[in-house]
């Protein structure tokens, strides 16, 4: 049995989640990509096959708020800024997928501030 990267485990459990998480128009997909630097988020209509709204933590608007916070700290902005967006689209319930991340750390921290910001999931 051939050893698999971790890059390559995160896939796989990344399309096991997404064999049962679909987002709609009405409830669309709110994904997550954590990288080492940074984490980005997109709120998606599968159906259709858009990004209704996307942010992370290289968008301009945030950019002077992250300088000097810990990683943590940047994923409640993102968070906070995605719901933000997604609530000016219209959008108020989301599916969450965690993109085979752990439910931990940046990826609950920013799950957390869009919930407090307004978003249901």
Known sequence: ?????????????????RKNVSGNALRPRMSVFR???????QVIDD???NTLVAASSID?????KLKGKKKV???KLVGELVAKRAQSKGVKQVVFDRGGFRFSGRVKALAD???EAGLEF
Do not use: D, T, W
């Open 113 to 115: 501030a869009a919930r």
């Open 73 to 75: 700290e940047q994923a």
């Open 35 to 41: 990288s080492l630097a940074e984490i980005y988020v």
């Open 60 to 64: 301009h608007e945030l950019r002077a």
């Open 47 to 49: 159906e259709q096959g």
């Open 1 to 17: 049995m051939a050893i698999k990267s971790r890059s390559e485990a995160r896939l796989r459990r990344h399309a096991r989640v």
